[in-house]
């Protein structure tokens, strides 16, 4: 089974920027899509970023121009890179392999 950690979440002001970072345990992580969605308050969770087992990207409407995923399949890690954060954006981000695990889970808290 596969396991995901989650990490890099944190306080940031409107503006600021951070990396998370999403590391896979078990399996074989190089064949998976590996995707980033989001969680906030009160809100259903929704899709913000895919990247393939090929590398290929897609990014949801609202984090477009501002969010950029990656993978590194050496380390077995898949890479949210958030800049020009908004308090819009505040929400525990999950990563997510193919269509059957998910991570626990990090806070991303914007605010001044």
Request: aromatic share 10%; hydrophobic share 35%.
């Amino acid at each position: 089974q596969v396991q995901l950690v989650e990490s890099g979440g944190g306080l940031v002001p409107p503006g600021g920027s951070l990396r998370l970072s999403c590391t896979a345990s078990g399996g074989i992580f190089s064949t998976y899509n590996m995707y980033w969605y989001r969680q906030a308050p009160g809100k259903e969770r929704e899709w913000v970023a895919l990247i393939t087992n090929r590398g290929g990207r897609n990014m949801a409407g609202s984090v477009a121009g501002r969010f950029t995923i990656s993978r590194d399949n050496a380390k077995n890690t898949v890479y949210l890179q958030m800049n020009n954060l908004k308090s819009e954006d505040t929400a525990v981000y999950y990563c997510r392999a193919d269509n059957t695990f998910w991570g626990q889970g990090t806070q991303v808290t914007v605010s001044a």
